[in-house]
């Protein structure tokens, strides 16, 4: 799969990022899921290598790129079937927060230890009364002199107990119209009052799930991310590249079960032919790469978009992505499970268990559904309904 008219320096990235996810791979993936830890040897080369900061800038020890390559190293790893989840979250969001909005001391304090994975931050915004209305955020912070209280309740926090803080999405009242708006705070994971408790999942991934809880979290003056009164600004310029970044894990995943099923499809064989001779087998196959082909246009031109500097352009164009790539991939991974019969279903294959894993890309960050009301309202201009 190539990138319409890829540079050298993307066509180098990829190859060294995927040399890297290669010489882990899938079965690494798999023994530090059933170990219960997290990919923090990968993830430690990764950042060593600069591929986890390549879109922090360079004063601050990234690799002064965008979300453009970024996406490149997720997907790539996840085409070698070993994606960092991780990546989606601290140098993409939160690190992309912290540059754009974040103070000196901020960017100093945080940036250098993202790019190079001594240092990582999860990301606090989904509620469990809320969902993917970020209107109906509860966790609210109030002044107490000159320091913050922070005090709510946040589900699905990813990799909480790998980060040593957590950029927490709260509301802040309005001195003059008394209304709460959105604000972002650092929170250290050794807070007082800061309380973790992990979800149990039916889904397999290195990365555990987390239910936080904040009780009067006291946070200095200094702990508030860029302007108290442009919160929504800084908000969406974080939820950008969460979906543009989530779009390449649902690419790499696809890529990496497609591999896997033409690779079978061209040794199986039945009746002195190779499954993959017969159209049964070969079209939904050609089907999926096509799919995963369309939706990687659409990621690339979201990331351009972003790195361009076109927040209102990219929203649209990530929003698509995110959804076209979440149903490439699961359509991808169905097809893959299929083609390999009942060895789909076999540990040794390992395809299974990305039936569950594909999913994710269809509801995380936010479903497909509000996608399609993104579109329908912001860009087509169809009243709501809500």
């Not at 990138?3 to 040399?19: G, N, T």
């Amino acid at each position: 799969m190539t990138s319409v008219a890829a540079s050298e320096e993307h066509k180098a990235l990829r190859a060294a990022v995927a040399a890297l996810g290669t010489r882990y791979g899938r079965d690494y993936l798999a023994r530090t899921v059933a170990e219960g830890k997290p990919p923090a040897e990968l993830w430690s080369d990764a950042g060593k290598l600069g591929y986890l900061g390549v879109n922090l800038p360079e004063q601050y020890g990234g690799g002064g790129g965008g979300i453009t390559e970024l996406s490149i190293v997720l997907e790539e790893l996840g085409a070698a079937g070993s994606p960092l989840l991780m990546l989606v979250v601290s140098p993409a969001i939160c690190g992309t927060v912290i540059a754009r909005f974040g103070t000196e001391a901020q960017k100093q304090a945080w940036l250098p230890g993202i790019a190079d994975g001594t240092r990582l931050m999860a990301f606090g915004i989904t509620e469990p009364d809320a969902g993917s209305n970020s209107h109906r955020i509860t966790t609210t912070a109030r002044r107490d002199g000159t320091d913050w209280l922070l005090t709510g309740r946040k589900v699905f926090i990813s990799g909480v107990d790998m980060a040593d803080a957590v950029l927490i999405v709260g509301r802040t009242e309005d001195a003059r119209t008394g209304r709460l708006k959105p604000c972002l705070f650092i929170v250290p994971t050794d807070a007082e009052g800061f309380h973790k408790r992990p979800i149990d999942m039916e889904l397999n991934a290195a990365e555990k799930q987390f239910e936080l809880v904040l009780d009067d979290v006291r946070l200095p003056a200094e702990a508030l991310v860029g302007d108290e009164d442009a919160g929504l600004l800084q908000l969406f310029a974080g939820l950008n590249p969460e979906r543009i970044m989530t779009a390449a894990f649902a690419i790499g995943m696809g890529r990496y079960a497609l591999a896997k099923a033409v690779e079978y499809a061209r040794d199986r064989t039945v009746w002195k032919t190779p499954i993959g001779a017969h159209q049964a087998i070969a079209h939904p196959l050609a089907q999926a790469h096509i799919d995963l082909e369309l939706a990687r246009l659409m990621m690339q031109k979201a990331a351009r978009l972003y790195d361009a500097g076109d927040d209102m352009g990219a929203g649209e164009a990530a929003n698509m992505a995110k959804y076209a790539a979440g149903e490439a991939c699961v359509k991808a991974v169905d097809q893959a499970v299929h083609t390999l019969g009942g060895n789909g279903l076999t540990r040794e294959f390992g395809l299974a268990s990305l039936i569950t894993a594909a999913r994710v890309a269809r509801i995380a960050p936010v479903s497909r559904e509000m996608i399609l009301n993104y579109v329908s309202h912001q860009t087509l201009g169809l009243p709501k309904s809500y």
